[in-house]
Structures are given as C-alpha cells and as structure tokens.
Nanobody, 117 residues
Framework: QVQLVESGGGLVQAGGSLRLSCAPS????????MGWYRQAPEKQRELVAV???????NYEDSVKGRFTISRDNAKNTVYLQMNSLKPEDTAVYYC???????????WGQGTQVTVSS
C-alpha cells in the first residue's frame, strides 16, 4: 500500500518560515488535486491549500499571501512554503492526494508545526 510521506514540520518563532514536502512511498498514477490540511487541538481538520494537476491553486483565507502551494508532477510531490508564520498556524499538517477517476483519498501521517509567540 502506497503511503504519503511528509517532512519539514517543526518549531519556529512567529514571523519565521517552514517548507513542508509530501511524496508517495511508491509509484502512484493518476494523481489529480494535491492539498494540505491542518488540524489544531480540539478543532476540525480544515483545508489550507489545494493545487490542481494543471497548477490552479486555492487557499484558505487566513493563509493567503503567506503560504504558497506548489507541485512537481514528475516526482508526484507537493510542497507548502509557509512564511510569516503566526501562533494560530500551529497544528498538525496533513497532505492529501486525490487519485484516479474516483478521486480516491490518500493521506499523509501528519507533521507537527508549532509556532511560538
């Protein structure tokens, strides 16, 4: 079973930057949208950013202008560049791939991002 492997989380001070990456552990064909979600303690998981295979992007309002999602289709890898981080960005970040004609969901295991004030 192919899994999504995330990297790049950690602890950073407010105003700092982090770059998250996510790639499959094996070969994966037919990847459509790639996205990043996050879940803070006692909150629901929310969509942060999504990018289509063609490169169209959408962002949650609170991260617009600070976060940038990008992808490398040849490597089936998605990135999230996070700048001007705020304490309220603290959460576990999950990557998501929608695969195939039914947009089957693949999820990463989650990576912790902690922003100190």
């Amino acid at each position: 079973q192919v899994q999504l492997v995330e990297s790049g989380g950690g602890l950073v001070q407010a105003g700092g930057s982090l770059r998250l990456s996510c790639a499959p552990s094996g070969r994966l064909f037919g990847v459509n949208d790639m996205g990043w979600y996050r879940q803070a303690p006692e909150k629901q998981r929310e969509l942060v950013a999504v990018i289509s295979r063609g490169g169209s992007t959408n962002y949650e309002d609170s991260v617009k202008g600070r976060f940038t999602i990008s992808r490398d289709n040849a490597k089936n890898t998605v990135y999230l560049q996070m700048n001007s981080l705020k304490p309220e960005d603290t959460a576990v970040y999950y990557c998501n791939f929608k695969v195939g004609v039914i947009n089957y969901d693949y999820w990463g295991q989650g990576t912790q991002v902690t922003v100190s004030s």
